[in-house]
């Protein structure tokens, strides 16, 4: 039976970031065989990791990885916020977001695509045994141009390509590439703060428009108004929502006397040609995942036997 030193527990707790106790039964199932141990708490941080996943990860970080004229971005959902603060997660969202750039937006593609000699896949769960949360990857967006930048912002950044609101913005143009990397910014803040539903009227889903149709012709029939009144209130009133809900169309956060078009056509003469938006992702951290209600006090209690 090979003897198991205190040295060699440190070491494999040092490599795998797992506990004491586990690294010793480790060693003692691999029969100090160092690579084997690694390998015996992987399999356990995989058994640990299956237990966690029902847990409802709606907090964690959006990650963005820009590389010349294509960007990447991700998001990775936790359990609780402390975990955003986590150096070994943030390395985790950094380097899948660094891998989507190349395996593109499929998520199962991106969790079967190696990182260094594992896949996401194992990276995410050794990551769940070493810091005790369910984590997943929840999507991925990719925008590249042939020629031209892609923009993008984080809002609430938490370190450098971290944050918890992202978007990309792909703007073509054979202009100056740093004008256009500082308008593509520019209109990436404005997405994140203005958040509009489509980039023009033609790209919005038919059936909001359709609703918002329907919606404004109701209000005004109940009124009694007529049905040749009513086609042009409502045709007045698309044009108020447009403004309202696609990217052209609204105000620029940075001039709101002029719209993102014109905004954009006027920046033309410093970027030294014509500039199109080609397209946007906008990504807000944990939109949509309903978040389980928790009285922490309770849990306390019931963790000391009190309830």
Request: charged share 25%; net charge neutral; with cysteine.
């Amino acid at each position: 039976m090979a003897t198991i030193t205190t040295e060699m527990i440190k070491n494999l707790r040092e490599s795998t970031g797992a506990g004491m106790m586990d690294c010793k039964a480790a060693l003692t199932e691999a029969k100090g065989d160092m690579e084997a141990a690694q390998d015996w708490l992987r399999k356990k941080g995989l058994s640990k990791a299956a237990k966690k996943a029902g847990r409802v990860a709606a907090e964690g970080l959006i990650g963005i990885v820009v590389r010349g004229t294509k960007a990447a971005m991700v998001e990775v959902n936790s359990e609780t916020d402390f975990v955003a603060r986590n150096d070994l997660f943030q390395g985790l969202v950094k380097m899948i977001a660094d891998v989507a750039l190349d395996a593109g937006t499929d998520v199962e593609a991106i969790k079967a695509a190696k990182a260094g000699s594992i896949t996401v896949a194992e990276a995410l769960s050794d990551s769940i045994a070493k810091i005790g949360e369910n984590m997943t990857l929840r999507r991925a967006a990719v925008l590249s141009v042939n020629a031209g930048a892609v923009g993008s912002y984080l809002h609430n950044s938490v370190a450098d390509g971290l944050g918890k609101i992202g978007v990309l913005v792909a703007l073509e143009s054979t202009g100056n590439k740093d004008e256009l990397a500082a308008l593509g910014r520019q209109i990436a803040m404005h997405i994140a703060s203005a958040n509009p539903q489509a980039l023009d009227a033609a790209s919005l889903d038919p059936a909001i428009v359709k609703r918002e149709k329907d919606v404004l012709a109701d209000k005004y029939r109940q009124q009694g108004k007529p049905d040749n009144v009513i086609d042009k209130i409502v045709e007045s009133g698309l044009k108020t929502f447009y403004k309202e809900a696609t990217l052209l169309e609204q105000a620029f956060i940075f001039d709101d006397k002029k719209s993102v078009a014109q905004a954009v056509k006027e920046s033309e003469g410093k970027v030294g040609g014509p500039v199109k938006i080609a397209g946007y992702v906008r990504y807000a951290l944990g939109e949509g995942i309903e978040k389980q209600e928790s009285d922490f006090a309770a849990e306390v209690a019931a963790a000391a036997g009190q309830g």
